[in-house]
């Protein structure tokens, strides 16, 4: 039985008791205890059950890699599933309870799965609940469903809160053991900046533990030197309970601290998720020990080796009082060793190995503990907990020579390197046959574009496993006992039979066995990436980190072949889970999708303005006057603007500055039009497609230097654009010298519109503003009423129109200012609507309206806007496809209706006959419709089978209980010279 030690326990602070409860069970720990360890100290070895079969399951490991205690922590708000008690630090009050049983952990019905586990074994759902059909939905999908998952998620909202962070560093540590810290002190000394992360909260790895000299020095002293050296270097900065979760291309990092989980309530953010840009990585993970797949391998308190060493030593917790040692190296006769100073009983080493002659063998012998050589375990007797051990011959089938009593039995099959984050940048990894694992290929690092190593592995991490080869490999002196080469053991015995190989567990959580690796190759699954989906080895939480090398040599040995022909599986980010807490991080309620707020906002409130969403803004619809209605308030704004002057917060247009050497073939690569041959000081209307043809945005495109481009989005998609353009850049063009950046916010933009906007710029003073300094769709730099501001001549309304752009924080006076200038002459301001309005008067498109992601600029009329001197742009090959030039495309008209009234938006014109499902055939469809109050009458827009070659034909447009007549006419209806903006 587990229980605590009267003495010891380097982690723990005995003055600080912290009370606790498992399944509603009181319980006590102390300050430093991981939760683990404090329930192995009050006698708590059933922990969960598996997934498949609900077998009992226990602690396995001491660290990230545990796959079987995961609880849930907490309740209510607080809740939360899967948590490893052996990462999880243990605070007063802290609450857990098992899961994935019923109605008890003691006792779980769900275990009526093992008694039939031959009848469930891998891959046994994709060949069973295919009969009878009905069954599915009624029978099988509900009781899956219910049986899916292991713990239980909160129903509240999270009460926490979680940050997001930045950072950049030449060097980044992820690993604060020897190797870590030495690495870190070395770049710290040469003034690099360096961040060291180290995912426990505590340093050193597993030096302290393990023992030996570091520089003459015990491994905590040489620790604490460490430390002592790096805290005095301002451009070091040490970060525990920080975890480097994943690597990226170009050094970014994806890394998770977790701040408050053992202080909560504290007021700090519970977990900060952040983000690095790191010129270098150095993985100094270290190594995971492999557990032995022999016959109940799985029953609770069979451990690996070194877990059993660490509740020793670190938190003076004894994980049985009598313990078998099974092993095929040498490192684990330092758990034996660890054992017998807690006073506690060896029963016997069981090595694999035919003989075991090395320092530590010759030390745990000489405390008088049998060394069992060439011998195995044929089987774990016991249910809930370890009663014996049946040893026999590693050469034989499993025949029995003696049974052990005991209560704890400590695994090790050799150890694997963390390889993850060499491997998540597509470093490539060699087989040491002689210590039987996969290690970095150092030949085949991660490099970046300029061919430099983004990632060197270091330490045990680099396949270095002692403790004086990881000093000499940091240029450090070490001594530590010497150990014999391992043997290879990958099933015990090494002829079990069938009967045996069916209770040797892989992966734990999801009880994949060795019979299920086996079974996988015989039908055919050769690949170790169809054997895991097939399986599920390593699809559990923690992500094969036990499991996987002793499944894909189980798999070899099958297949005949040699473990790198069959190789591993894809290494993914991140290591270990992280909490949607972190990923979100700020992005809840309010801030989750922040409602954006031009520097005018508050004029307009003040206005009683009535808004509309626009992407994430809220732009002003109109200014309804006391008692005038919505309708009434935008014919007002429009008669105003065609005759006076009126103003519009243009602010929310996407600006996204496009720069750099190649930043006009880029754009010429963008727009259908060439941007590459705009004059400087010029602007240019353009259209933006994807790569199959269709049109996705439109706006004005400025030159603003030699290598400078500004290009105008619509409000909506000006994020949604930059994406687009970074998703070209950085993959298909990734060698293209070209500069993005999204200014949306970083200015506020006015439009000054109507026949006297000129007038009220004059008034205001400080530029020439004349068609001749200034003429239609050109630009200029100066100052207007005491404001830096920068001038389009561009008009969105047919009518003579100034933008203006100032910087953000000057956008309120400034349109303050320009209202003021204007009352002289009738200044009012106009909101989206009558924009719209006028826009459509013109017979200009609207993206969203005149397109829904099938339409190309050619159905639009603007094949004008298509360059025919160049090669190519995004799209232009799917416009050349046959159904892209078809003569009975839908194409864009206008519609005037025979009655003056206006159509319903998105009516649809009927045609002759009925489609294959009864409905009417239809022949076009309104896409904008207004009541243009400069014509007095309904107008519209619409896209009709083959429409320009039909004009002055009557459509009939019918809906719910409406049917409409309607001409189609010139989408223009007004000015259609120009004239009136080109002033």
Same mark, same amino acid.
């Given at each position: ?601 508050? /004029? ?104 400078? /481009? ?25 060698? /293209? ?126 094949? /004008? ?119």
């Amino acid at each position: 039985m587990s229980t605590r030690l009267s003495r010891g326990g380097r982690l723990i602070d005995r003055a600080r008791p912290m009370a606790f409860t498992f399944n509603g069970k009181p319980m006590r720990g102390f300050a430093g205890d991981s939760l683990a360890a404090a329930l192995l100290a009050n006698g708590q070895v059933l922990m969960g059950r598996s997934f498949k079969y609900h077998r009992p399951r226990g602690v396995v490991g001491s660290g990230a890699e545990e796959p079987n205690a995961l609880v849930n922590l907490g309740r209510n708000a607080r809740q939360e599933p899967d948590q490893r008690v052996t990462t999880t630090e243990l605070f007063d009050g802290l609450e857990a309870s098992s899961q994935n049983h019923w109605p008890s952990l003691e006792f779980d019905i769900g275990v009526l799965n093992n008694a039939v586990s031959k009848m469930l074994p891998a891959g046994f759902y994709y060949k069973t609940f295919m009969a009878p059909r009905a069954a599915w939905k009624h029978l099988f999908e509900p009781v899956i469903r219910q049986a899916a998952g292991l713990g239980t998620a909160a129903k509240e909202a999270d009460p926490d809160r979680y940050e997001q962070t930045y950072a950049y560093c030449d060097v980044l540590i992820a690993g604060g053991g020897v190797a870590g810290l030495a690495a870190a002190l070395k770049a710290g000394q040469e003034g690099k900046r360096v961040l060291v992360m180290e995912m426990t909260p505590h340093w050193g790895g597993r030096a302290p533990v393990d023992g030996g000299l570091i520089e003459g020095q015990e491994p905590q002293a040489w620790i604490d030197a460490q430390l002592a050296a790096l805290a005095k270097l301002p451009n070091v900065r040490l970060m525990p309970r920080t975890m480097v979760a994943g690597l990226h291309n170009h050094g970014y990092a994806i890394c998770y601290e977790r701040v408050a989980d053992h202080t909560p309530g504290d007021g700090r953010p519970r977990h900060r998720l952040w983000r690095v840009r790191a010129g270098e990585t150095v993985a100094a993970t270290g190594a995971i020990e492999r557990p032995l797949a022999f016959a109940g391998n799985d029953v609770p308190g069979v451990m690996l080796a070194s877990a059993v060493r660490d509740y020793i030593v670190n938190w003076a917790v004894s994980p049985g009082d009598r313990v078998v040692v099974v092993t095929n190296n040498d490192d684990a006769y330092r758990t034996a060793l660890a054992v017998l100073d807690a006073g506690l009983t060896v029963v016997a080493v069981v090595d694999a190995r035919e003989r075991a002659g090395g320092d530590l063998p010759q030390a745990v012998r000489a405390r008088g503990v049998r060394v069992l050589e060439g011998r195995g375990i044929a089987g774990v007797l016991g249910g809930k907990a370890v009663s014996h051990v049946q040893v026999c011959s590693q050469a034989g089938e499993g025949g029995v020579t003696e049974t052990l009593d005991c209560d704890c039995v400590a695994m090790s099959g050799g150890w694997s390197p963390v390889v993850h984050l060499f491997s998540h940048l597509g470093g490539k990894l060699i087989w040491d046959e002689a210590a039987a694992m996969f290690r970095p290929d150092g030949s085949r690092a991660p490099t970046g574009a300029d061919g430099a190593v983004l990632v060197t592995a270091v330490g045990a991490a680099n396949g270095h496993l002692t403790l004086d080869a990881i000093a000499a490999e940091a240029g450090l002196s070490a001594t530590t006992e010497a150990e014999a080469p391992l043997t290879p053991v990958w099933v015990m015995p090494a002829g079990a039979k069938q009967a045996l190989r069916f209770k040797a567990f892989l992966d734990y959580q999801n009880d994949v066995k060795v019979s299920d690796v086996e079974l996988a190759a015989r039908e055919g699954y050769t690949s170790v990436e169809h054997t895991k989906r097939y399986t599920t080895l390593g699809m559990a939480s923690d992500q094969g980190k036990l499991s996987n090398i002793n499944g894909l040599a189980i798999l070899s040995d099958t297949l005949g072949q040699a473990i790198p022909t069959t190789g591993t599986t894809t290494f993914r980010p991140p290591y270990t889970p992280i909490s949607f807490g972190a990923m979100a991080g700020e992005a809840r309620g309010e801030l989750f999708q922040p409602r954006r707020r031009t520097p005018m906002q508050d /004029w307009h409130e003040a206005q009683g303005f009535h808004w509309e969403p626009v992407g994430f803004w809220r732009r002003p619809y109109c200014y309804p006057k006391a008692g005038e209605s919505h309708a009434d308030a935008v014919k007002r704004e429009i008669s105003n603007a065609r005759t006076n002057v009126g103003v519009l917060d243009a602010s929310t247009l996407g600006k996204i500055l496009v720069k750099g050497p190649d930043a006009g073939k880029f754009l010429d690569m963008m727009y259908t039009n060439l941007m590459s041959t705009l004059p400087v000081g010029k602007c240019r209307y353009g259209l933006m497609c994807n790569e199959n043809g269709f049109l996705i945005d439109d706006g004005v495109v400025v030159r603003l230097s030699e290598d400078s /481009w500004l290009c105008h989005t619509t409000s909506g998609g000006a994020d949604r654009i930059h994406a687009h353009m970074e998703d070209w850049l950085q993959c298909e063009w990734w060698d /293209w010298k070209v500069y993005t950046a999204n200014l949306t916010e970083q200015y506020a933009q006015v439009a000054v519109v109507g026949p006297k906007a000129r007038k009220v710029l004059e008034k205001l003073g400080g530029m020439d503003l004349s068609k001749e300094a200034l003429p239609f769709m050109a630009w200029a730099d100066g100052t207007l009423g005491g404001f830096p501001v920068r001038v389009y001549r561009i008009s969105f309304s047919g009518e003579l129109s100034y933008e203006i752009a100032v910087p953000a924080n000057m956008g309120a006076a400034f349109w303050e200012k320009v209202v003021a200038a204007g009352q002289e002459f009738g200044v009012m301001p106009y909101g989206t609507e009558a924009l719209h309005v006028m826009r459509a008067e013109k017979g200009f498109i609207m993206i969203g309206d005149e397109t829904d992601g099938t339409v190309i600029p050619q159905d639009l009329g603007l094949g /004008w806007a298509i360059s025919k001197k160049k090669a190519d742009y995004l799209g232009k090959r799917a416009q050349e496809r046959s159904f892209m030039v078809s003569k009975d495309r839908w194409r864009l008209v206008g519609l005037e209706t025979l009655d003056g009234s206006v159509l319903p938006d998105g009516i649809y014109a009927v045609a002759p006959g009925n489609n294959v499902n009864g409905q009417r055939n239809t022949q076009g469809r309104v896409t904008s419709t207004y009541y243009s109050p400069t014509l007095k009458k309904g107008i519209a827009m619409g896209l009709v089978i083959n429409g320009p070659e039909r004009m002055g034909e009557v459509l009939e447009f019918v809906g719910k209980n409406v049917a409409v007549k309607a001409r189609i006419v010139d989408p223009c209806f007004y000015d259609k010279e120009g004239e009136k903006s080109d002033v």
